[in-house]
């Protein structure tokens, strides 16, 4: 049934009307090791749907292998593969598909019931559940709400393995709550402030020969008016022509230009 939706490169196996008392299929001690304390039903299930898989590896000519799972609970693909597992009461499916052709790939299978109360408000926008009710009044024999949640299962699925952020639940999200996509940041006004060196900046510029450096303001003494003089200051007379009464006297700052002295305060 689920190939009917898929790419001819995609190789699924299913298994249909599976007897929930039959026999557990074999597992990899790896595999193994993970439901090892999980009730026989959720055993038979994860060892059913893993040997789907491992038929699913010979259509594509490779040889079997174990599908451990991941940390997070995804299954731990062979390299070169991508693959996707679903499984409910008396079915069980997998697909298989080299990633040389398809960049991800999710597949999902429910009963065809409504979802149990509380679970569509849950995974669901309220545009969502206003198109739904207008489904529903028009083919009102077709339960829509376990039919988005598998279409959305179906994407987390696809979406979760893939490298760079991803979503933590299937639950919707809001514009407020979007993660940034990865990239180059885009430029914008700088903050005021020092800018830090970042990794591999040679740090601060020495100024190089012949530079003078950073020009800065010199402080002012406070209560001192400076003025630039409009004629330089007169040289001192060769000895023995100094005026009657000017020795060892100190010209007045201003008194060539014929200004008054501007001084403030002690020299």
Wanted: hydrophobic share 30%; glycine share 12%.
């Amino acid at each position: 049934m689920i190939e009917e939706l898929l790419p001819d490169t995609v190789a699924v196996v299913e298994e249909i009307g599976v007897d929930a008392s039959g026999p557990v299929p074999a597992l990899h001690p790896e595999e193994a090791a993970y439901v090892d304390r999980a009730i026989a039903k959720r055993r038979r299930e994860f060892a059913l749907v893993r040997s789907c898989a491992r038929r699913a590896m010979a259509r594509l000519g490779v040889p079997p292998q174990p599908v451990p799972t991941g940390d997070r609970g995804a299954p731990v693909w062979p390299a070169g593969l991508l693959g996707s597992m679903t499984h409910c009461d008396g079915y069980g499916a997998a697909a298989l598909v080299r990633d040389t052709d398809l960049a991800a790939l999710g597949i999902d299978a429910e009963p065809a019931a409504a979802l149990p109360e509380g679970v569509l408000a849950a995974i669901t926008l309220p545009a969502e559940r206003a198109r739904l009710r207008r489904l529903a009044a028009d083919r009102p024999g077709v339960p829509w709400d376990r039919l988005l949640f598998s279409a959305k299962e179906s994407v987390y699925k696809a979406w979760f393995p893939s490298p760079g952020p991803g979503w933590t639940s299937p639950r919707p999200t809001s514009r407020s709550s979007r993660t940034r996509r990865p990239g180059p940041r885009r430029p914008g006004p700088r903050r005021p402030g020092p800018r830090r060196p970042g990794p591999g900046s040679p740090g601060p510029r020495h100024p190089g020969p012949g530079h003078a450096g950073p020009r800065h303001p010199r402080p002012r003494r406070p209560g001192r008016r400076h003025l630039r003089p409009s004629a330089p200051a007169p040289s001192s007379p060769p000895p023995g022509t100094e005026a009657p009464g000017a020795q060892g006297a100190r010209p007045r700052p201003g008194a060539r230009s014929g200004r008054p002295c501007s001084c403030r305060g002690p020299m």
